[in-house]
C-alpha cells in the first residue's frame, strides 16, 4: 500500500510500504478520511519529531474508518464498525509513532473500544468523524477557559483550532465571539459558524475595532478593551503581547497555539490586572464529547472544511494545505474504504 512519511526537512514522500499486520490485541482499520493539521506541516519542515525522531516518520493523525480486522484478544470491537482514533492514547500515531493515518489501512496497537477507538454513530460521515481530533483540542480549550454563557469572548486566529473553539463555544451559549485573523476567507469561515463579529487585523486597527464590539475602559490611565476571555489560537507572539495590553482587569487568557520561541510576558501588567493565564493542549476526555455534538443535527462544522480530496491526490491536497491564503482543513479521502460515506450529512 501507499503511505505518506518524512524523510527529513521538507521531505515529505508517498512510499510503498508493507501492508500492516496486526497482533492479538491490535486493530486494523480501513481509514475513510484524515486530515491534513497545522502541526503536520510543521513536523515536516523540522523533518520530524524533535522527541521521536525516528526516520522515515508516518504521518496523519485525525482519522477516522472503519474496522477491517481485530485480534484474537480484542473485546467490543468488530468487523465493519465504524470509528474514530485518538491518536494520544494509541501510541502518538501520526506524531512520531510507528503508524500514521495518511495510508488506506493503519494498525491501532492494543486497541480498546472507548479508548483509542471510539464508535462513529450513523448519523455522522467518516470526513466529518476526521474532524473529531482537532475539535477535541478547541474543545479542550473551551472547557480549561470555563465560559459563562453571557461573556464577551475573543478567539484570536481563526484556523481549524480557532474555528472550532468558535463550535465549542456556540455549543455552550456562548454568542458574543469575535474572531481575529489575517485572512478574509478564514474571517468569513468563522462568521459562518457563529461569531458575531470578524476583524482583519491586517486592515482595520485592532483595538478600535475589538473595543467597538465589546466597550473599552480605563484601567490605571491605560486604555482596555471588554472582553472576558481571549484564546489565543494564532500562535504569533505579538499576538499575546497584544492580549495583555488590552485585557481589562480579571480577564481569563487561554493559549491553545503552539509557540516555538519563548514570548515576553510583562509580569507588572499581569500584577496590576490580576489576569488568569492558562495553557490548553490534547483533550483527556472531550472525545466523546465531541462525538455527541457531531451527531447533534443542529451542529454544522462543515464551514471548517475547504477542501475535500482523494488520497490518489496526496501531493495536491498537501500543497493547498500549505497555503494559508487558500485552504483552511484538508481532508484527504479514502473513497475505497467500506461506509466511507453512510451517514453522510
Known sequence: MQQARIHGPGDLRVDDVPEPDIGPRDALIAVGACGICGSDLGYVKQGGMPTRNVLPMPLGHEMAGTVRAVGSEVKGLASGMRVVVNPMNADNIGNGGPEGGFAPLLRVREARLGHNLLSVPDAVSLETAALVEPLAVAMHAVNVAAPAAGEKVVIWGAGCIGLGAIVALRRRGVTDIVAIDLSAERLARATALGARVAINAGEQNVADALGHAHGTGDLYGMP????????????????????VRLAPHSARVVVVSLHKTPV????????????????????????PEVIAMLADPAVD?????????????FTD???????????????VRFPECPAQFAGEV
Open 224 to 243: 482596555v478593551v471588554g472582553s472576558r476571555l481571549f484564546i489565543e489560537a494564532a500562535g504569533v507572539p505579538a499576538v499575546f503581547e497584544e492580549i
Open 264 to 287: 515576553p510576558l510583562d509580569l507588572a501588567w499581569l500584577l496590576m490586572k490580576e489576569l488568569v493565564v492558562r495553557g490548553a493542549i490534547g483533550y483527556p476526555t472531550e472525545f
Open 301 to 313: 462544522v462543515s464551514p471548517m472544511v475547504s477542501h475535500h480530496i482523494d488520497f490518489a491526490e
Open 317 to 331: 491536497a498537501w500543497r493547498i494545505a500549505c497555503d494559508a491564503q487558500r485552504s483552511s482543513k484538508v481532508i
